[in-house]
């Protein structure tokens, strides 16, 4: 297992105690390495003075000030807040939620990319994207699409993944081919699973590449039953096997409104989570019931999505009408609506709009780990409370 390196900061020392006391105590014990500071000329002399560079910065606001403020050498930081929401640019983590929770998501950005940085060989990685919302019609299919084609077009390996029960999209018979499939690699790592053994077959026997999306794909799933069954190891089992795999650099996931099991694993396992919203007051109650139901029922998951997650209003108009207090953000990223998208049929979901490119690719980048953040038009709340 992958073994990170990080860097506690902290002037509590009542908080650092119990925190490397649960890390050596914990499953996380074998994949951090912990040092910890509680005050700032400790931390600024063994910064100056260490030349292997941790991981990640785990610090409270003041130490990266002061850094910023007497150094010039960057270091890779990840802030403790005491608020859920940060400036601009900057990776926070509420500083008082449970520890399992912090350390898993901790896990979650650091210990897998590195595996997956090892495995691959390269400073390159796989990252699982999921694009979700409650809500149905909410444009997860085409956003899901756009952004498959975005990224293939800059030259990344992308696999398009489409995880409904009832698939809106279809290749046509033009695409159609005997042999292996995504109901096949189905079965195949079943069967795999129930011998112990791990799948040894390339996913490249199981997909098509299509060229106007720019992406590999599986032909939707022809009995509804075999998604509808999928469960939590059945679902773990398809994306570990292909992030394993090494094959790609992004798997954009076209994933199912209504939460099942298969759904919930898909939504854990994912590296970033792009949550649509659209401004009505149907599609927002089912999404703020749905999460306000996750919050109370399971915290930790409900937290640990929330930090993964980015809030975008789909078919934004320019203004917001309704109330996205429930997103708990200050800023709300836009893609906007595009009217000859109205009335889409299954071979138009791919028409090109320059001001949707526009604001994709900012999305793009954001996720791949840029600095600006993913806005197209701001949408302030204050603009409608």
């Known amino acids: 297992m992958a073994s990170v390196k990080i860097v506690l900061a902290v002037q509590d020392e009542q908080y650092i105690e119990p925190f490397l006391h649960y890390v050596s105590q914990s499953e996380?014990?074998?994949?951090?390495?912990?040092?910890?500071?509680?005050?700032?000329?400790?931390f600024e002399h063994y910064h100056l003075t260490e030349e292997e560079v941790a991981d990640a910065i785990v610090a409270e606001p003041m130490f990266k000030d002061k850094w910023n403020a007497l150094s010039g050498r960057e270091l890779p930081w990840i802030i403790l807040s005491e608020e859920f929401t940060g400036s601009e640019g900057d990776e926070r983590l509420f500083k008082y939620q449970s520890l399992p929770?912090?350390?898993?998501?901790?896990?979650?950005?650091?210990?897998r990319p590195l595996a997956r940085r090892q495995v691959r060989g390269s400073p390159t990685s796989t990252e699982v994207i999921g694009i979700y919302s409650a809500a149905g019609g909410s444009?997860?299919?085409?956003?899901?699409?756009?952004?498959?084609?975005?990224?293939?077009?800059?030259?990344?390996?992308?696999?398009?993944?489409?995880?409904?029960?009832?698939?809106?999209?279809?290749?046509?018979?033009?695409?159609?081919?005997?042999?292996?499939?995504?109901?096949?690699?189905?079965?195949d790592l079943k069967a795999a699973n129930e011998r112990k053994e791990s799948l040894q077959i390339s996913p490249a026997e199981y997909v098509?590449?299509?060229?106007?999306?720019?992406?590999?794909?599986?032909?939707?799933?022809?009995?509804?039953?075999?998604?509808?069954?999928?469960?939590?190891?059945?679902?773990?089992?398809?994306?570990?096997?292909?992030?394993?795999?090494?094959?790609?650099?992004?798997?954009?996931?076209?994933?199912?409104?209504?939460?099942?099991?298969?759904?919930?694993?898909?939504?854990?396992?994912?590296?970033?989570?792009?949550?649509?919203?659209?401004?009505?007051?149907?599609?927002?109650?089912?999404?703020?019931r749905w999460l306000s139901h996750l919050e109370h029922s399971n915290k930790e998951q409900h937290?640990?999505?929330?930090?993964?997650?980015?809030?975008?209003?789909?078919?934004?108009?320019?203004?917001?009408?309704n109330d996205f207090a429930f997103t708990a953000r200050e800023e709300l990223a836009t893609l906007p609506y595009i009217p000859t998208w109205k009335q889409l049929k299954e071979e138009d979901k791919l028409q090109i709009s320059p001001i949707f490119q526009r604001d994709l690719m900012q999305l793009c980048y954001h996720l791949s780990g840029g600095q600006q953040t993913p806005h197209g038009e701001s949408a302030r709340r204050r603009s409608y409370e």
Request: proline share 2%; with cysteine; glycine share 4%.
């Open 28 to 42: 996380f014990a074998e994949q951090f390495r912990i040092t910890a500071f509680s005050q700032w000329q400790a």
């Open 101 to 111: 929770v912090l350390l898993q998501t901790l896990s979650d950005q650091l210990v």
């Open 139 to 187: 444009g997860k299919t085409t956003v899901a699409l756009q952004m498959s084609r975005q990224m293939g077009s800059e030259g990344n390996k992308v696999l398009y993944l489409n995880l409904e029960a009832v698939s809106s999209v279809s290749w046509g018979s033009s695409t159609q081919q005997e042999g292996p499939d995504l109901a096949r690699l189905l079965y």
């Open 208 to 288: 098509n590449y299509q060229v106007h999306v720019q992406a590999e794909v599986y032909e939707p799933l022809a009995n509804m039953d075999e998604m509808m069954e999928m469960r939590h190891q059945d679902m773990q089992h398809l994306l570990q096997y292909l992030v394993e795999s090494a094959r790609y650099d992004q798997i954009i996931l076209d994933m199912d409104s209504y939460p099942s099991e298969a759904t919930q694993s898909a939504l854990d396992q994912c590296d970033q989570i792009v949550w649509l919203l659209t401004d009505d007051s149907g599609s927002l109650q089912k999404n703020s």
């Open 303 to 321: 937290m640990r999505w929330m930090n993964k997650t980015v809030f975008i209003v789909n078919r934004y108009m320019g203004n917001l009408v």
